[in-house]
Every structure is written in C-alpha cells, then in structure tokens.
C-alpha cells in the first residue's frame, strides 16, 4: 500500500485515491505505535479513547502536538535499532526536538523525499551548490536541522561544491572555477533562505554568475529576513536579476516529519506530496476548515514507524488553497503558509512570580 | 556611573551613583505617620481620577487598598509589633507581568519610612505606566516632599551592573520574580547587614467539601464558580494565587457529580465573560496535557473548549508542581480535609476553601505541619493581596525593632552584676 505512494511520479496521486491509501495506511500506524510506544498508547488512552478505531476518514486519525517531541522521548523502536537521532534547529536555549530513526526508516525518509525532489530536478544528478559551509555538515554526531537538511538535499546532487568558508564568506575564486568546469550543465543550488540571501546573493554582482540552467531550493523561513523586510516576491526577483536562475522553490517541512517535504510549484504554493496530507483545523472547534479558510495546520505523513509522528497537530498557520487543481499541473493540497502561531504572553506569569490583586467579588 | 531610566518621579535619565546619594540623605519618614499615609492617599486618589486606570480591576482594588481606612489599620497593627523604626534603604524587584504588585510593595515600604529604590521592568505593562503616573502626580504635592526625595521608580535593560550597584547599596532587598529572578539576584549580594525578602514560585490550590456542595443551593453555586473564576484566571491561571488543583473531600460518587457541576457551571463563567485564551497558549497546553497523559496518573481528562481543561488524578502521590496554567485543572478525590496534608509541599501557598468549619482547617494547617500553604481563604480572595504573604510579615520585614530597656534593675544591682562578672572573667 506504501509503496503505491511512493513509487508513483511525484505529485500525481489524485485527492480521493490519495485519502483512501493514506487513509488506511495511517490507522495501520495509529495501530503500530500504540503497540510499540508507551508513551503514545498512554496519549491515545486519555484523550483518543472516543475516536473511530481504525480511522475512516484523515480527519478522525489521532494527532499529538509538535512541540510533545521537545518535552519528551516517543519512540516505536528500541535502543539498539536507533540508528540516527535528528534535532531541531530551535532558537537557543529553546527546547529541541528529538526525532529516532532505525535504519530502514531513514532509507525510506531518504527514496520519499528523493521521489519529491524529482518534481524539480528529473532523475538525473546535477551538479551541486550547497549554499553553505562544508563545516556546517562536520559534525556528523549531532544532526541540527541545517546539517541535515544539507546531508539530506545533498543526495540529489552530485560533485558538490560548498561556497562558502568556514566564516560564512562567498568563496568566489572557487565558485568561478567550478562554475567553468560544469557550464551548460544544468545544476541544483541549495541552501537556508537567510544564507541566500545574506551570504550569497549580497555577495555578488549582477550577471557575474549565470544559473539560468539551475533550480535553487531553499527553507528556512523568512524570519531571520524579517528585519530586513525581504518577501518571498523581493527574494526571486533579485535572484533572478543577479543570477539569472530559472526556478526557485522554497519548501515547507519539518524534522518531525522528515522525507516528506511540502515543495513550492511554479505559482507559489506548496503542494503536499504523495506520501503526505495536510488539514487546516479550526483553532477554536479543532473541526476541519473548509479549503480556502486558514486555520492551524496538521500533517500526516505515512513515514514514520520509527516514532510516533504520523499525525502532527504544528505551531504554523496555513491556507489549503485548493486541492489537484493548482494551474501549475501538480496534484496534491495546495498551501499557503501565514507564519507560526504567535508565543502567548500571558497576564501572568510562568518563570516570574505573580502575586496577588484584589480581583476578589 | 551607570545612567538609568527614571520612570517616577520626575521622569528622566539620571546617574545611579548620584540618585544613590540622594535618597541616602532625604528625610527620614516616621512610620506609619501622617505623612506616609498621606502619600499613599494620594497616590490613591490620583489612581481614582485616572480614566485609564478605570478600566484595570486590579489597579482600583490597588488605589482601595491605598486609601486611609485600610492603611490606617495596617498603622495600628504595626504600633502594636513594639517600637518599629525604618530599615532604611528598599530595593524592589517587582515581577515582570503583575504590575500592581510594584505598588503594594513599595507603598508598604513608604509606609514602613523607608527610601525605595524601584527596578521595573522593561516587560512591564500599561498598568505600570498608571502607577507611575499617579505617583508622579500624587508626589507633587509640597507636603509630600520628604516621600518624593525618598522615592525613585526607575528602569534599566538586563545589564547586571546597576542591579548589583542598588544591590550593594540597599538596606533590605524585595524580590518578586519567582525562581529564576531570585536565583539570578542572590548572585548580587546585599551588604552583611542588609536584608534580603524573595518571593519564590508558588502553587496554589482549592479543597472542597462535597457534602457542603451537594447541600449548596443553585445560586450559590452559580456565585462559586464566578468566584473561582476569579481567581483562577484573572492572571490566566498563571498567578503565583491562581489555584491549579481542586481537591474533592468526600465520598467519590457524589464528588464526581459535584465536579461536572462546577465545572459546566465554571465554563458558564467563563463564556459569560468572552475569556478568549491567545492562540499560543492553546497550543502549549494541548502539548502539555498530552505531556501529562504520559507522566502522571490520570484517570481521565475533560475540557470544556479551549479554555477549561480538568485533568482528574487518581493520586496526589508524587505530584510536582509543574503546570501550564491557562485554564488547566488538575482534580482529585479525597476522604477528608485532613488528607491532603501530607501531600502538601513547601510550593503550596494558597489554599482557597468551601465548606469547611475552621476548626477542620485549623486541624489541617497542624497536620501539614509547616511544610506549605501560608494561606488559606474563601473562594474569589485567592488573588487579594495582603500584607502577611509566603509566611512573612511584610510590616516586620520592612522595619526594624528597637526594644528600650529601663528603670527596673536597680543601679546598686547593676554594679554588683559587674562585679560579679568581673571576678568570672578573672
């Protein structure tokens, strides 16, 4: 059944025949973890005991909050399966994620995501710009978001070229050459929107380079660039006028959900892929919001059997915008993102003590 | 020199060093005197003309509590601790979010004769900006002079230097801001002589009596549930007061029942006020009951839309004290009063009670023998301040004593003493 999701061409699964596989695949994991999480099965026992068993429809298939991989260890595997432990990136001194892969969920993360990215790259491998330090990807032990990431886009590339060094500055002598030695080919550039932005198109001179046979993707978000004030509109075109490069795609994802990326088409949105879904729940009733209506997110991803992270209830605001019938050709939601759900200042206080006021009757 | 932020009185920049030489020599207040009570009159009756004021609850339960009939018993209570006389130099740290606390505190300082210095900070909210107001306003006044020489509100960043410079300067420090403020303050030290007050994080809690429930009548009830209301969210169950856990004493049937019935008639309350909890504070809740799911012993969980969740315990046994606030209840079912205390811990502070003869809640403070809970009060005071909290005194902790000893040793005796001590030593 899996595997009819994933061997298929990317984005070509259509909405009903998605939802019944997807569907059933996810109760089928509701069911795996429940058996081999504790923690998951004791979730599902207090605040999942009311709801169909085994879900009938995306809507009815328990989620866990994102944020409950920061607080605690929810794994399905035992020790000794673990075979890579992924971190968020997270704000400093911010909880992280913890996420536990055993070897064959890793390789299934790694073919998802490959039959994803075959939707801008084709098949073959291009040659590769990694937008980035080749220390950021040194220390192999800990893999933050960033390194990741890298590690993880690298496999669609080939003769990998790192243009930046160690402090963060454009090598260009070296991007020069190794630009002369792959001309007309056509090339895959990757990299954090921020360091885009900052280290690389900031560096550079208008027609110095020519990417107009590349496609460049990037994540990240856009918040390291808010104080700049730059807009997803202002970040193509001046790539597009420096460089020249003919597509860019940003992408939303997350280590909790690693392998299935939700990548932007051609008209901006991003699009679910095969092995994924996305609901927009209404953040008073939960109750799913009708297309077009914006509302807090949740992923399904049919990966994950290494951990409980099937159905995740996110921190992020989004638009389905519509579903299979995006202009640009590909099946699958079509999203648009409205940022994360802001941090509640509270009245009172969690780290400093509030004492107390006449508001008695 | 460190320049910092007067905030009141007399809004400006100023030098920390030479504001610290100024408040050494202003006048010295009696207190509890007339021009102390004064002071915190005024800066009452200026709360009570400030339009904006108006519409915070708490600043008009503040301005009440300012006004003479209620100081004046604070006066008389103090004149009857003995001969008390000002410590000298204060240094508060008021909390970040709970402006009005910034007030009571200094106000019973001024009232205790003592100089303020004041931190407030940068995070502090419209209802601080009143209070500085006020004072500003009410100080103005000619006859308040000594007050106004004596007073200063100020706020700096998070730079450590002029924290530690009113640290080493002060006679006796306040601090509000729970665990992590007091920890980061105590690494600034006093002088030897001086004293330090820390407020840390508490936890508070409710206990009541299913029997008194069941023979409640339907308004009653209706009026305890506005009241917990009250108290639990007014600081979105965040306040150090807010009570986070009900305890049912009685038999468990008819608690159950009690509990559906307060708690629809809680989520009434609070749909009647349009409480609407900010989006970001759902979701952190959502993650930590099902955080709770995993950790603690739950028989069940209910909510009653985003903002009323009620986490049922099947045991108090090994509860911490950790809890997200926003409208989260933990509950269980006890036999009595009387066992709740031994789960009581040195982080319980308030208990709000219904239904209980005081001779049972007297009872319960012996068995919890000190361990926790400072006070106990009627359900909607939770949140009212007082001047004895976390354990303490706040009129003793502000003064010092002075005892006078004379005339009843006889002078003849006196001297043989000395002798007689004389010869000891010899």
């Known amino acids: 059944m899996l595997d009819s999701l994933l061997e298929r061409p990317p984005y070509s699964v259509p909405r009903h025949e998605k939802e019944t596989l997807l569907c059933r ?13 504790p923690a998951y099965a004791a979730v599902l ?104 990431g890298i590690l993880g886009m690298s496999t669609f590339g080939r003769d990998h070229f790192y243009a930046l060094d160690a402090d963060m500055r454009l090598r260009r002598a070296e991007l020069h050459a190794w630009l002369g030695a792959h001309v007309g080919e056509p090339l895959f550039l990757f990299g954090f929107t ?59 994802g997350m280590v909790e959900q690693i392998g299935t990326v939700f990548l932007e088409c051609e008209r901006g949105r991003l699009h679910a892929p095969n092995a994924a879904d996305i609901l927009i729940r209404n953040p008073r009733t939960w109750e799913i919001q009708p297309d077009g209506t914006p509302g807090v997110i949740q992923v399904l991803s049919s990966l994950p059997t290494s951990y409980p992270g099937h159905s995740l209830l996110t921190e992020d605001l989004g638009t389905v915008l519509t579903r299979d019938r995006c202009g640009c050709g590909w099946l699958g939601a079509a999203v648009e993102l409205h940022g994360r759900v802001p941090r509640a200042e509270l009245r009172g206080c969690s780290d400093t003590h509030a004492a107390g006021l006449g508001a008695a009757a | 020199m460190s320049t910092v932020r007067r905030l009141a009185p007399g809004p400006g920049d100023v030098e920390l060093e030479s504001l610290l030489d100024e408040l050494r020599v202003a006048p010295v207040v009696e207190p509890f005197g007339d021009l102390a009570l004064e002071a915190c009159d005024a800066v009452a009756r200026a709360l009570f003309r400030d339009p904006a004021a108006r519409s915070h609850p708490d600043l008009i339960a503040l301005a009440s509590w300012l006004r003479r009939p209620n100081t004046a018993r604070l006066a008389s209570e103090a004149r009857s601790l003995g001969m008390r ?43 601080a900006a009143r209070i500085c107001a006020a004072l500003d306003e009410a100080l103005g006044a000619p006859e308040l002079a000594p007050i106004r020489a004596g007073t200063a509100i100020l706020t700096w960043e998070r730079e450590l230097s002029a924290t530690a410079v009113c640290s080493a300067a002060c006679d006796v420090r306040l601090v509000w801001g729970g665990d992590e403020t007091v920890r980061a303050l105590r690494s600034l030290p006093v002088s030897p002589g001086a004293k330090d007050v820390s407020f840390i994080d508490r936890f508070s809690l409710a206990a009541i009596s ?120 933990l509950e269980v079912t006890l036999p009595a009063l009387a066992d709740l205390a031994p789960h009581v811990s040195p982080r319980d502070q308030t208990l709000a009670v219904y239904g209980f003869p005081r001779a049972e809640l007297e009872r319960f403070v012996r068995l919890a023998g000190g361990r926790g809970v400072d006070r106990i009060v009627p359900f909607g005071e939770a949140l009212s301040f007082d001047h004895r909290w976390d354990g303490m005194n706040l009129l003793t902790e502000l003064t010092r004593q002075v005892t006078i000893s004379t005339g009843h040793v006889a002078l003849g005796s006196l001297a043989l003493g000395s002798v007689a001590l004389g010869s000891l030593a010899a």
Not at chain 1, 99 to 128: C, H, K, V, W
Not at chain 1, 198 to 223: C, M, N, Q, T, Y
Not at chain 1, 226 to 236: D, L, S, T
Request: charged share 20%; net charge positive.
């Open chain 2, 85 to 127: 006389v000002p410590r000298g130099l204060a240094f508060h740290v008021p909390p970040a979010n709970v402006d009005a606390i910034t007030m009571y505190s200094l106000a019973l300082s001024i009232l205790a004769g003592n100089r303020n210095i004041v931190r407030l900070s940068s995070r502090a909210g419209v209802a």
């Open chain 1, 45 to 148: 026992a207090m605040l999942w005991s009311e709801s169909p068993t085994p879900a009938q429809r995306l809507q009815d298939v328990p989620w866990l909050p994102v944020q409950l991989f920061k607080s605690h260890e929810l794994r399905s595997i035992p020790d000794d399966a673990v075979f890579k432990v992924l971190t968020s990136s997270g704000t400093s001194g911010a909880a992280t994620s913890r996420i536990f892969l055993d070897r064959e969920s890793a390789g299934r993360q790694t073919r998802t995501l490959a039959g994803t990215m075959e939707a801008l790259l084709g098949t073959q491998r291009r040659p590769m710009i990694v937008l980035d330090a080749r220390e950021t990807v040194r220390e192999r032990r800990s893999f933050n978001a960033r390194a990741a």
């Open chain 2, 210 to 329: 299913v029997d008194a429930w069941h023979a409640t009548g339907e308004r009653a009830r209706e009026e305890l549930a506005r009241r917990l209301c009250n108290d639990a969210y007014w600081f979105d169950q965040q306040g150090c007061s807010s009570p986070r856990l009900v305890a049912w004493c009685g038999d468990p049937q008819r608690a159950a029942s009690a509990s559906e019935d307060l708690f629809a008639r809680l989520a009434g309350a609070l749909t009647a006020r349009g409480y609407e909890l900010p989006l970001g504070a759902v979701t952190a809740k959502l993650a930590w009951i099902a955080g709770a799911a995993i950790d603690r012993p739950l028989t069940r969980v209910r909510d009653h839309g985003n903002e009323l969740s009620i986490l049922t315990l099947s045991t108090l046994t090994g509860l911490d004290r950790e809890h997200c606030g926003a409208g989260t209840f």
């Open chain 1, 194 to 252: 921020f360091m885009v932005w900052r280290h690389f198109l900031g560096e550079l001179a208008p027609g110095e380079i020519d990417l107009s046979r590349a496609v460049l993707v990037h994540g990240g978000g856009w918040k390291q660039l808010q104080a700049e004030a730059v807009g997803a509109a202002e970040f193509r075109e001046r790539l597009t006028e420096i460089t020249g490069l003919a597509r860019v795609a940003s992408y939303y």
């Open chain 1, 25 to 37: 695949r996810l109760a089928e994991l509701t069911e795996h973890h429940r058996a081999s999480c």
